[in-house]
């Protein structure tokens, strides 16, 4: 799940701002910074997320603390400074007064890019030998009963698997319990 970290030179304004977002459902983890220092260290802890920041915070400005911010966060910089140039990518700036659902449609946006990424970075599960085995198995037999090649017979597990929403390895024991 994304996080939302708010970070404000008042913290009574991030606050508010921690309470709107809460009150319009949004589903993530949202929690209020007092310091870019702090938003480096609870950021650490989180898989990806989207920081709300002013241009200045008391520790440092919205530049330096993007730098440093993980991989998979992004930032959302509160300005009333139209001229302000952004030149990072996972930077958006949004003039003040704001409306609730631009901030959200913003959120949502880039947790889901942040989402999109992470997933695609975790490998997927080692299979045990075991799995495998049966994997192999299955494989074997298609080969030796169908005449297929072995990459033919692992795509036909792997198509089975996605058609039935079963995992690789119930269809290979489905196979070869067919096939008994």
């Given at each position: ?7 404000m ?17 949004l ?5 209020v ?16 997320g989207v ?5 200045n915070?008391?520790d ?10 993980p ?18 990518e996972?930077?958006v ?6 409306k ?24 997927p599960p080692?299979r045990?030998p ?12 298609l080969?030796n009963?169908?005449?297929?090649t ?19 390895v ?6 070869l319990?067919?096939?008994?």
């Amino acid at each position: 799940m994304g996080s939302v970290l708010i970070s404000m030179p008042k913290y009574d304004d991030a606050k508010r701002l921690s309470e709107l977002l809460s009150n319009h459902g949004l589903p993530m983890d949202i929690e209020v910074c007092q310091t870019g220092a702090e938003v480096l260290r609870v950021s650490n802890d989180r898989d990806f997320g989207v920081v709300i920041s002013t241009q200045n915070l008391k520790d440092m400005g919205y530049h330096e603390l993007s730098q440093y911010l993980p991989k998979y966060f992004g930032m959302i910089i509160l300005t009333k400074d139209m001229a302000l140039d952004i030149y990072s990518e996972n930077v958006v700036k949004l003039l003040m007064p704001f409306k609730t659902r631009e901030l959200i449609s913003t959120i949502d946006m880039m947790t889901y890019q942040f989402a999109r990424l992470v997933k695609k970075k975790k490998a997927p599960p080692k299979r045990s030998p075991e799995e495998q085995r049966l994997i192999d198995e299955a494989k074997g037999l298609l080969m030796n009963r169908n005449g297929m090649t072995e990459q033919e017979a692992f795509r036909y597990i792997q198509k089975s698997s996605m058609d039935t929403g079963r995992s690789m390895v119930e269809s290979a024991q489905m196979i070869l319990l067919l096939n008994e």
